[in-house]
């Protein structure tokens, strides 16, 4: 260790960890010092230190070793990893990914180990979530990382409703489209209003910018899936059994292209006084 080498945060070592633990097969890595090994040439090749030879006698700053090894901990805590080498040798200090942490890594492109990198990654491409969505969804992934998959379902949903809700209300107010959306009434389950909702905006899509409109139909889906975790068809619990995590995983992803959808349709239809429309529906 040298307390001279550059330090690096929290996020850039884990990022770092990740990419080394994805090509473990190729690279080796199957305990903790050669994960430290392999860290700290990846770091010297990063960082571009051009002025000296990134090889074995490569050191880390103390405090990047120390955080290497509680960022293995947080993805075994999160079931990303597993501890031993095989069933016959189950023990510290070997480790290798999980069946779900290989499957989340590989298909996930939205990253986080807690709430609040959970809520930025969020933030970065829907930023006008309403308090309402924001509560649900922290404790959405609370709930996931303690386990309680049904229940962090049930949040996402709730989360999505309230998303979806904000859109249809826009809909309906809006002056030049709200005649479109003005039959789906308030006494309709949620699932019958996403059916409605996702008829009612046909005639219109094709004088909406497209920018607006693509991936509609796969939001629509999410939010669908969302409800159909945890609720029948009328709306009321189902009794569900719990979902598998990585399930849940990739719901609290799909969550984030969802809600940019949903933003971006919302500011689209709120626009004023621009009736581009001459037809009746």
């Not at 959405?140 to 904000?166: P, T």
């Not at 107010?173 to 949620?190: A, E, N, P």
């Not at 996403?194 to 889906?221: H, N, Y």
Request: charged residues 25%.
């Amino acid at each position: 260790m040298n307390w001279d080498q550059q330090e690096h945060s929290y996020e850039e070592l884990r990022e770092v960890v990740i990419n080394i633990m994805l090509d473990a097969n190729n690279n080796g890595v199957d305990r903790f010092e050669k994960l430290l090994d392999k860290t700290k040439l990846e770091l010297c090749q990063q960082d571009e230190l051009g002025h000296r030879h990134c090889d074995q006698a490569t050191q880390l700053h103390p405090n990047d070793a120390e955080l290497v090894l509680e960022i293995v901990w947080d993805l075994f805590r999160q079931g990303i990893v597993t501890l031993g080498l095989s069933a016959s040798n189950p023990g510290w200090p070997w480790l290798r990914l999980s069946r779900f942490g290989e499957y989340a890594l590989q298909h996930g492109p939205y990253r986080f180990h807690n709430k609040t990198e959970f809520l930025k990654a969020l933030r970065s491409g829907a930023n006008d979530l309403s308090p309402d969505a924001v509560l649900y969804l922290r404790e959405a992934v609370g709930a996931f990382y303690a386990n309680c998959l049904l229940s962090s379902c049930v949040m996402l949903s709730i989360a999505a409703e309230s998303e979806f809700l904000r859109l249809l209300d826009v809909a309906r107010s809006s002056k030049t489209y709200g005649k479109y959306f003005s039959r789906i009434g308030d006494g309709l389950s949620v699932r019958a209003k996403v059916s409605r909702f996702a008829e009612a905006i046909k005639p219109i899509l094709t004088l909406l910018p497209k920018s607006e409109t693509d991936g509609l139909t796969d939001a629509l889906s999410t939010l669908q899936s969302f409800i159909r975790t945890a609720r029948n068809e009328s709306g009321q619990p189902s009794g569900a059994n719990p979902p598998s995590r990585d399930q849940v995983y990739v719901y609290l992803q799909l969550f984030i292209p969802f809600a940019e959808r949903l933003m971006r349709l919302r500011r689209e239809l709120a626009e004023p006084d621009y009736p581009r429309l001459v037809c009746t529906p």
